[in-house]
């Protein structure tokens, strides 16, 4: 790993160019294209149940041959006609080893039924753009194919290979598309640092762009079963073994149980950072938990926000709920599903018998649940893994950029509590940075529900400003 001369470089190339263009916009046409590309991806249906992954991956394909591409430098490819990944490759000079973009096209399921307009129609209304995948994912997908296209117009030859990645699986399914690159085509995605754009980075405070998150490290995905089972019987004849009972007995134990309080290097910077924004009791509380040892009230007082406690400790919740078999019998099983967010440093196993040892109940079984739903007695070891180092490097460039377009915003780094293909880059070794530049209303957060939507001018702006970022990270 090659970082100290990339970043150096990267920060060299960003000084001259961003200057250059830091008076410049995309420009209507610009506009244009990043809004037709987003349309086309959301009217096409990549959910897992009915959709085609495959037909979104061949039209952003076409766009790029259309442009000037070797036919060599887009590829398709997967395992299932449903499920293949497009790879495009924008050569450069070789100056430095590639960097990776990474995109997923699928979609989570939208009933129709639910959704005040067709969620598979982009609709442009009240400043939004409505429609599923506007900010979870084909928003940045749209930027990131609009942004490569308009470099090979220009003739931009960046100083290192940019490889784009748009691939299927991550909201769900059996074909994770960069877990399956990184298991049979290595060679076509391999990079020195990788850019994932599946986040949206700036959660606004009254209407105000104030803080850029730049993600580094992730928690762990894990689900877990919880299980009894019973005899049964007539219900006319109910005894005092009960396994809906005992089983949410158990449920009652964990929602009582909070997960130790724990900080990384991702965690504390953000902290350190975000109390200079805070004011009050809040700041005094981001102040005594990153000090040791950390002050036990501030903890408490800060974990009572949904957001602070996710991010200093491991979470798990019932998230599914299935017993009996018949309306007059009593049940002979009852099961719970239990999904966890485990923060780096712990596996899934230790959690598995975490689990165990809270509903202390050796009629509950706690087993771990794959992603083929089979139920395992025990879990992988696979850990959380260590968080990408944030060198000042990459903070000073991202704010740069980011403070021609918001000019008072901070990036601070920081952990996401959910979890995203970022996960396979990182495993294999690939410094991985998880950022979107648009700016939302954490209060109107619509991503993997009804109505999703995205402001037009969040998503323009996410167009400029990755325009110019990608331009200065890749210029020398």
């Given at each position: ?44 249906n ?75 129609r ?9 429609g ?53 085509r ?8 990788a ?40 219900s ?70 949904i ?30 599903v ?118 037009v ?20």
């Open positions: 790993m090659r970082r100290a001369p990339a970043c150096a470089a990267l920060l060299a190339g960003t000084l001259v160019l961003a200057g250059a263009q830091a008076g410049e916009s995309t420009g209507a046409a610009s506009r244009q294209l990043a809004r037709e590309l987003l349309q086309q991806l959301v009217e096409i990549t959910t897992d149940s009915v959709g085609n992954v495959s037909e979104a991956a061949e039209a952003m394909a076409q766009r790029f041959r259309a442009a000037g591409f070797a036919a060599a430098d887009v590829q398709l490819l997967g395992p299932s006609p449903k499920k293949q990944n497009l790879v495009v490759r924008l050569r450069g000079s070789g100056a430095h080893q590639p960097l990776l973009l990474l995109g997923h096209l699928d979609v989570v399921e939208a009933p129709r039924e639910d959704w005040a307009t067709d969620p598979f982009l609709v442009e209304k009240d400043g939004y753009f409505y599923r995948g506007t900010l979870d994912m084909k928003n940045g997908v749209a930027v990131m194919v609009t942004t490569l296209l308009e470099m090979k117009r220009e003739g931009f030859r960046p100083a290192r290979d940019i490889i784009l990645a748009l691939t299927a699986d991550e909201e769900g399914g059996t074909a994770n598309g960069v877990q399956w690159l990184y298991q049979n290595p060679e076509l995605i391999a990079a020195e640092l850019i994932n754009q599946d986040d949206w980075s700036i959660p606004t405070e009254n209407g105000r762009a104030v803080v850029f998150n730049l993600a580094a490290s992730e928690k762990l995905y894990a689900d877990f079963e919880l299980s009894v089972s019973n005899p049964g019987g007539h006319s004849e109910p005894g005092p073994e009960n396994a809906i009972y005992t089983l949410t007995q158990a449920l009652d134990r964990l929602a009582a149980y909070q997960f130790p309080f724990e900080l990384n290097a991702v965690t504390r910077a953000y902290y350190q950072r975000r109390a200079a924004l805070e004011s009050g009791q809040r700041a005094a509380d981001m102040r005594a938990i990153v000090r040791e040892p950390p002050d036990p009230q501030a903890i408490r007082r800060l974990s009572q926000d957001r602070d406690r996710s991010t200093t400790h491991t979470t798990c919740v019932p998230t599914r709920l299935e017993a009996g078999h018949a309306n007059n019998a009593l049940p002979q099983r009852a099961q719970a239990v999904n966890c967010r485990i923060l780096p440093g712990h596996s899934a196993e230790e959690i598995r018998q975490q689990l165990q040892q809270v509903v202390a109940n050796a009629q509950v079984r706690v087993r771990y649940l794959g992603s083929d739903g089979r139920a395992l007695e025990q879990a992988p070891q696979a850990r959380a893994l260590p968080p990408t180092e944030v060198t000042p490097e990459m903070l000073n460039l991202l704010q740069q950029v980011a403070q021609q377009i918001w000019p008072q915003i901070v990036v601070i780094p920081f952990m996401e509590v959910g979890t995203s293909d970022s996960e396979y880059s990182m495993a294999a070794g690939v410094p991985t940075y998880t950022f979107g530049a648009v700016p939302f209303d954490p209060d109107d957060d619509r991503a993997h529900g009804r109505d999703e939507r995205v402001a001018n969040s998503f323009y702006q996410d167009n400029e400003f990755f325009r110019r970022y990608l331009r200065a990270l890749t210029a020398r």
